[in-house]
């Protein structure tokens, strides 16, 4: 399973230098350089490590690690110009996992990504690969096996997934999956979640994902 590793650097040429080695090492890199707009690039993607500089235009790394640490546990590697700063950095408690000072070693950059993969607890392998979404490939993977569905069903599923526990209205749900002004009873959504059901039940027969809430709409959940 390829590991995404995203890089948050305003300034290209150490960006490319880690892009570099991490990719030598197996990784698949992403690229911010914009402080504002990590966050919800974090949100949407889920990276499995933050290479995050302090200094950003935007929004500084604090800001970011401090935003992130609300709605997630994804390791951070805080990168900082300067050595004093790590001790005021660790004082604040942002819940960055590891500190690099500029100038650092493309080598060792790499060393401690893998330290701090290795150190973050992976989530048990049926949580982790529960359901992977390609939105690029039109491809969901759930439990490691691809499931055949037609393009509106994997909107569906897509949009469901990608906020577990958030109920979607079937207005919500349309207005998500159709961008043309057809003309749809909301009933064509009850019967795209029935064949979602179902052929996410022939792949896994007892993982119940889809829920219905009463008079409310849908949503995605594993419980
Ligand atoms: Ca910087």
Redesign the pocket.
């Known amino acids: 399973m390829e590991t995404k590793i995203l890089i948050v650097?305003?300034?290209p040429g150490l960006a490319k230098l880690h892009r570099d080695y991490l990719q030598q090492s197996g990784f698949v890199t992403e690229w911010l350089a914009e402080g504002l707009e990590v966050v919800s690039w974090v949100k949407e993607h889920s990276p499995a490590l933050i290479l995050l500089?302090?200094?950003?235009p935007g929004k500084d790394g604090l800001e970011i690690c401090e935003e992130i640490r609300t709605f997630s546990d994804v390791p951070i590697i805080m990168i900082t110009a300067r050595v004093e700063e790590v001790d005021r950095l660790l004082g604040l408690e942002l819940g960055a996992d590891d500190y690099i000072c500029k100038p650092f070693s493309p080598r060792e950059v790499v060393a401690r990504v893998k330290t701090v993969l290795r150190r973050s607890s992976p989530p048990p392998q049926e949580e982790q690969q529960l359901l992977t979404v390609d939105e690029e490939s039109y491809q969901a993977i759930l439990q490691g096996e691809k499931l055949d569905l037609t393009a509106v069903e994997f909107k569906l599923l897509s949009v469901l997934a990608k906020k577990p526990g958030r109920i979607y209205s079937r207005d919500q749900l349309m207005d998500l999956l159709y961008n043309d002004q057809r003309i749809i009873c909301d009933r064509t959504i009850d019967s795209h979640i029935k064949k979602l059901r179902k052929k996410i039940a022939v792949t896994a027969p007892k993982l119940e994902v889809i829920h219905s809430i009463y008079g409310a709409g849908y949503k995605y959940e594993k419980l």
């Open positions: 650097e305003d300034e500089d302090l200094m950003l």
